[in-house]
């Protein structure tokens, strides 16, 4: 008689509010499998893994797991944790914990960096004979995964920045006559421009803003910002800006390069949007008000987009029904079939040509003047932000669920 084989799935890198969504999606499917032992989770990602810290779902209330799906962040804590090639004492300790636990089948839910982990998962199973299926769980607000049309987590961002992009022009707007004549929104970033792009769709209902979209897909060019900013002023009253943090100078520098790089070797970003405003109060002496909506545009589980969260499950069912069909080292797609109606379905791509790649935005999404987003990018984004998909709330606050992660 063979054993039941368990499962753990695991959150890497960055949050999103429905990264969740994706952990109920392969859960629940996992559970309701008869020929599926245990289902646990590794606390902090891979980290936790490592240090045999699990947590076992199996005997969780069903409760619990459904209100996954409506909870925002990492409800079992993530990490920014890279195992890199030639870490023999990192993957034996790794393939220990599998061993210790009956693991057959290893989930990652996160982006590039976290694929590039996964598929070193694959890789080092199969060079040592263990036996065990890895599947890539795709996540992203930043919307930059290669091989896949877009990323569960990206268009709640992008109706989160796009709505409070709309608000703050609104509030701008009513201000100009004698205060704020500019306001700037940072928004994360790093190498594509996915998340101030998204920022355009504030427009879909009256054309208050953003004037000026600034991307790592454009050297930023000081002067002719200047002058940009200097006519959408003079033109409307005042001027709004969205401006990614990934933004570069001719020479490939970033302008908020804070000196230093992270976990993942990384430079480190941050304070662009202030880099920017300065620039404008000292040539321009505008007033100026920068906002930085920091996690909040990752996190917000108030307000997710429908279309991303019923995406976002569905990945994570197609992650076990991948895995369990005996298909390892890929990640789950999404595959767009047309935008009106929008269709989408699921497919796969090799773990080894999504690690370390990036998805920039395509030149035809920007307009000519680079400045702005053209209509091929509102047709690209538009269903993504499509319906809301609301929790549940007590005593005015919504109502999520977390798990143990100290």
């Not at 976990?263 to 321009?284: E, H, K, M, Y």
């Amino acid at each position: 008689m063979c054993l039941k084989k368990n499962v753990i799935y695991a959150q890497s890198g960055g949050v999103t509010s429905v990264i969740n969504a994706s952990a109920y999606g392969l859960i629940h499917t996992a559970l309701e499998d008869k020929n599926i032992g245990n289902v646990y989770v590794g606390i902090n990602g891979i980290t936790g893994v490592l240090d045999g810290k699990l947590f076992d779902l199996t005997k969780e209330s069903p409760e619990r797991i459904n209100n996954l799906k409506n909870t925002p962040g990492s409800a079992f804590g993530t990490c920014r944790h890279r195992l890199k090639e030639g870490d023999e004492q990192g993957f034996k300790l790794l393939f220990e914990t599998f061993e210790k636990y009956g693991i057959g089948y290893f989930f990652y839910n996160g982006g590039n960096d976290s694929m590039d982990t996964a598929y070193k998962v694959d890789n080092y199973a199969k060079s040592i004979g263990y036996d065990l299926n890895v599947i890539g769980i795709p996540k992203t607000i930043d919307n930059d995964l290669y091989g896949t049309d877009h990323s569960p987590g990206y268009g709640s961002a992008a109706k989160y920045l796009a709505v409070s992009m709309l608000e703050a022009s609104i509030d701008t707007r009513s201000m100009s006559r004698d205060s704020t004549k500019v306001f700037i929104m940072e928004t994360m970033g790093r190498h594509a421009g996915w998340l101030a792009a998204a920022t355009s769709l504030a427009k879909l209902n009256g054309d208050y803003g953003p004037h000026i979209i600034l991307l790592p897909e454009r050297v930023f060019e000081e002067d002719n910002f200047v002058q940009k900013v200097e006519n959408e002023v003079k033109k409307n009253g005042y001027c709004t800006i969205a401006v990614s943090e990934g933004i570069k100078y001719k020479s490939g520098a970033f302008v908020s390069d804070m000196g230093y790089t992270d976990s993942f070797g990384n430079r480190q970003l941050g304070d662009v949007g202030r880099v920017v405003a300065n620039i404008v109060l000292t040539r321009l002496g505008l007033k100026v008000h920068v906002c930085i909506p920091d996690y909040l545009q990752r996190s917000g589980g108030h307000i997710v987009s429908k279309t991303d969260k019923e995406e976002a499950i569905k990945v994570g069912e197609k992650a076990f029904e991948y895995a369990k069909n005996g298909l390892s080292g890929y990640m789950v797609t999404i595959n767009r079939v047309s935008n009106d109606p929008y269709k989408v379905e699921y497919g796969k791509v090799p773990l080894f040509e999504v690690a370390n790649n990036t998805k920039y935005l395509p030149e035809e999404f920007i307009d000519d003047e680079g400045y702005n987003m053209s209509n091929n990018f509102i047709d690209y984004a538009k269903p993504l932000i499509t319906g809301e998909s609301y929790p549940e709330y007590n005593n005015g606050i919504p109502n999520y669920v977390t798990f143990p992660i100290e």
